[in-house]
């Protein structure tokens, strides 16, 4: 359960990344993701699966050079609409909308946009292996003129 998405268990997953030569290539960025799912049970054959992704970020170099930011960037929440079992032949299927909500603390950390699109999990798990794929796309439906 603790590597299936949208499992029915409450999980705080913590993702840290590290990216390499941004800007004029000698930037770099450590983004934490912080991650808690949290499942409701919607009646005895659905559940209603939440994701949240808040980033946590520092940069240095990326922006101009010698110049550092700092702080909360925009968060991304999931909603995954999943059936109790696995289907017959053992795949865990969910879909539902995702949410962009312009929560940076520095404009530089963030779209300072709202957005909003399609999410999707497709995940199978046997033999102690768990393989699939979690995708969204989001669109931009209000916020800052300029684009990014």
Not at 3 to 32: A, E, K, Y
Not at 123 to 138: D, F, M, P, R, T
């Amino acid at each position: 359960k603790l590597s299936n998405p949208v499992s029915s268990l409450i999980s705080f997953p913590i993702q840290t990344n590290f990216d390499m030569r941004m800007g004029d290539g000698h930037g770099w960025r450590m983004t934490m993701n912080i991650q808690p799912v949290i499942p409701v049970a919607l009646n005895p054959r659905w559940n209603l699966i939440s994701r949240t992704i808040i980033p946590i970020i520092h940069q240095t170099n990326v922006t101009a050079p010698r110049a550092s930011q700092s702080g909360l960037g925009d968060i991304t929440q999931s909603l995954f609409f999943t059936p109790k079992t696995p289907t017959s032949n053992g795949w865990v299927i969910g879909v539902g909308p995702a949410f962009l909500i312009p929560t940076a603390t520095d404009d530089l950390l963030g779209t300072e946009k709202w957005g909003i699109g399609p999410t999707a999990v497709l995940l199978k798990q046997e033999h102690g292996w768990s393989y699939g794929a979690l995708v969204n796309h989001i669109w931009s439906v209000a916020g800052e003129g300029s684009e990014r």
